[in-house]
């Protein structure tokens, strides 16, 4: 079992440009939830897909935005780039939205230069 | 919304017995999770609480007051490698569950 994977894992960009991060869930695993984490900080929510459809979001502006695929794999873009957007993304699977344990993949460490 | 506090630092001795102590504010509660996390690594799961009481996992026990809005992580005969950040995380109770972390407790472990 490969766990949660996440591609790329460093990735660097420049202000205004877009990015795009990709999670594989667990085996098993149906639901995706995609975190930010800046340093010094605990993980922040972005939002969560489940059945392909984004189930909840957090306090994140319109410039993020996701996906899932019938596989149960995601996506994450981010559009218009800023400075502030420079952190570690995490992406954590789940067997439904009320799972007793979540998974997370090793991030994308992602730099807006 | 959800307010997670968690102390920023502990120093503890290899060994010893350590106690890191997590307060939550909820508008709905869905269990709560301790994640271990090493710098420049992902978090690793660690325990989860819906009910209130104890959890014992080997070296690791969570415990859990709902009515409180109290949880603390126990980590007993403390070894290096368990210098880490540890994370507190609440669930709420809403179709989805998101999960809101605290900023992490980060513990140092000396010989």
């Known amino acids: 079992d490969a766990g949660v994977t996440q591609s790329p894992t460093h990735l660097i960009k420049t202000r205004g440009q877009q990015v795009t991060l990709r999670c594989s869930p667990k085996?098993?695993?149906?639901?995706v939830s995609w975190y930010q984490q800046a340093l010094g900080q605990g993980p922040q929510f972005i939002f969560q897909?489940?059945?392909?459809?984004?189930?909840q979001r957090g306090n994140f502006p319109d410039r993020f935005s996701g996906h899932q695929f019938p596989n149960y794999s995601s996506e994450l873009n981010v559009n218009a780039l800023l400075l502030g957007d420079s952190a570690l993304y995490l992406c954590?699977?789940?067997?439904?939205?009320?799972?007793?344990?979540?998974?997370f993949g090793q991030g994308t460490r992602l730099t807006v230069v | 919304g959800q307010n997670i506090d968690q102390p920023t630092e502990m120093t503890a001795t290899e060994g010893a017995i350590v106690q890191i102590n997590c307060t939550y504010q909820?508008?709905?509660?869905?269990?709560l999770f301790w994640y271990q996390q090493h710098a420049g690594e992902a978090p690793t799961f660690l325990s989860y609480?819906?009910?209130?009481g104890l959890e014992e996992k080997g070296r690791f026990s969570s415990f859990l007051s709902r009515s409180k809005g109290y949880s603390y992580l126990l980590l007993k005969e403390l070894q290096m490698k368990d210098s880490a950040s540890y994370l507190c995380?609440?669930?709420?109770?809403?179709?989805?569950?998101?999960?809101?972390f605290g900023d992490g407790t980060t513990l140092t472990v000396k010989p």
């Open positions: 085996s098993g695993h149906d639901t």
């Open positions: 995380a609440v669930r709420d109770n809403t179709n989805a569950g998101k999960s809101t």
């Open positions: 909820t508008s709905g509660f869905n269990g």
């Open positions: 954590a699977s789940s067997r439904g939205t009320s799972s007793s344990e979540a998974f």
């Open positions: 609480n819906v009910l209130d």
């Open positions: 897909y489940y059945e392909e459809e984004e189930r």
